[in-house]
Structure formats: C-alpha cells, structure tokens
C-alpha cells in the first residue's frame, strides 16, 4: 500500500486530481484578482460515493449559493480523499466538505476553517456500521477472523477509522486476524459485502440506510454487525484567506439553510456551528490506532 505522501505524487492536483461531470478542472480562470473575494467559488464535495451522482445531486446547493453569496460556484469532486487534501494544502479550494477524518490530515497541512457541521435528528454525531455478508455468516465479530474487511479511502473516518477502532476494541487487529482491503468509495464497499468479494466491511451508517432506501442493499444479504461509536458529523470548512466579511456571509448562509432539497444529498435537517476542538477525539482515535496524522500512512 502506498504512503500517503506518494499517493499525493501519484495523483497530483494539476494532473486531473478532480473527476467531475459538467465541471471543468481547478484554475484560477473567473476569479478576481483578489484571492481573498474570488469572483467564483470553488467548492469541493466529499469523494465518498461516485464523483457523477454527487455532482449531480447537489446541482441545488451550487444554485442556492449562487444565490446567495452572487457569485458563480463550481462544484468539484476529486479523484478521492488525499487529492482533496492536497487541492486544500494548494488553497485550490475556497469551500471543502470533508470528513472528519480527512478534516484532521487536511488541518495539518492546510489554512483552513471549520465552521458548519451536518446535523440530523438533533445531534451533530453519526455512527459508522460494521457489515457481514449473511451467506458467509459474518453476522458477528468472532466470525470476522480469518475474513477480508472492506475499508472504503484509507483517509475515511466512518469507513477505515472508525471500523479499524472498533475492530480492535473487540480484539481484532488488521493484517494479524483478518485481511482488509480498500475499496475507495462507502458504495463499493456495502456492494463488495453484498457480493461476497469482501466477507466484512465498514460504511457510514447514514451512507448504508440510504443504499437500502435506494434497493442497492439487500437486507437479507447483508448483516450490521455493530455500530461504532459516536463521530463527529462531517465539517465544511472555508479557505482561512478569504475575507473576513465573505466567511461571515458563506457561515450565516450554510447555518440558515433549510431548504430541504439542497439538504437531501447530505442526508441532514441542517448544518450547525462547529469549531476544531470538536475534531479532537478523531485525532485521539488516531492515536489509539497508531497513526500519524501529521504524516498518515495506509
């Protein structure tokens, strides 16, 4: 598995890091000279499910932000987690939704703000979901042993963080009692249990309610395992250069939304004041793992 840092050389930024559908690439081309106040707004959207169908979904954010900030904003969706840190750290990006996770490796590297978080039915905390496939009788984590596990981008909080944790909370250490394997996309992942290429896998619970709204999961396919623990809900955040007045208005506008088609994608009632500190027992997961955030390896 390659290091974070050759990942980022493997997908540079300026070598087509964003896939997008009807969206041309990252420049500077339609922005003002002043960086600070950009004329249009680039506003990057999490890679966690395929790069057309989140595009397309969120066609009503771009209009509401259109409207209201009156300036012209193209929506992107990298190639997956790290080119999106790396546009941030490039400040490639004025506006981010990240998760949270990718939120912690981007802050390391990046000037940039949280300042909005999903909410739904009252909190601003989702759960990751532990799946087995039924056939292979993955329904519990004794069963998990000698198995592959699905992990969806190594730099997901609700598909490789998360899971990993709760895996080892329950005596299972990855690469000793079972294979886990990356898979990108939370999607592909539920798809790779359902089919039995992976045995088990880790999803964003909210990400799997909705595959079995939709009739991609089949329930009788597919066994939740356990649900991990809190984590908190997804951060937006903005450039830290951008001009003070313009942050202000780009918060009021996301903390104001309740238009519930723009919200639908996000599968939220509405987004809430968030801060970094509410970041920090990702950071504290990350050390119980091992991991090194400030130079994260697969």
């Known amino acids: 598995m390659l290091s974070q840092a050759a990942r980022f050389s493997a997908v540079a930024f300026a070598s087509a890091a964003i896939v997008l559908t009807g969206c041309s690439s990252q420049t500077t081309t339609g922005k003002s000279a002043d960086s600070s106040d950009p004329d249009k707004l680039i506003v990057a959207l999490i890679p966690d499910e395929n790069a057309a169908t989140v595009i397309q979904d969120n066609q009503g954010l771009k209009d509401y932000l259109n409207q209201k900030l009156g300036k012209e904003i193209e929506l992107v969706v990298t190639t997956d987690y790290s080119s999106m840190i790396e546009a941030a750290r490039n400040d490639r990006l004025d506006l981010a939704y990240f ?29 990751s979901c532990l799946i087995g496939n039924t056939e292979a009788g993955v329904t519990d984590f004794e069963a998990i042993k000698g198995k592959t596990f699905a992990f969806g981008d190594p730099a997901s909080t609700s598909s490789r963080l998360f899971p990993e944790l709760t895996l080892k909370e329950n005596g299972l250490t990855k690469g000793e009692d079972y294979e886990g394997v990356f898979l990108g996309a939370h999607d592909a992942v539920a798809l790779a249990v359902q089919n039995g290429n992976a045995q088990a896998g880790g999803v ?84 119980l793992l091992g991991l090194d955030l400030g130079k994260f390896v697969n």
């Open 204 to 287: 964003a619970c909210p990400i799997f309610e909705s595959l079995k709204e939709k009739g991609k999961i089949d329930d009788t396919k597919v066994t939740l395992i356990a649900k991990s623990a809190p984590i908190p809900q997804y951060p937006w955040t903005m450039r830290s250069s951008l001009k003070p007045e313009l942050k202000e208005t780009i918060s009021t506008t996301f903390i104001e939304l309740n238009d519930d088609s723009v919200l639908k994608p996000f599968k939220a009632d509405g987004f809430a004041v968030i801060s970094d500190q509410d970041y920090d027992g990702i950071r504290k997961a990350g050390d």
């Open 99 to 127: 998760g949270p996770l990718s939120y912690v490796l981007a802050k390391t590297k990046s000037e940039i703000e949280p300042f909005a978080a999903r909410i739904k039915g009252g909190t601003k905390t989702y759960n």
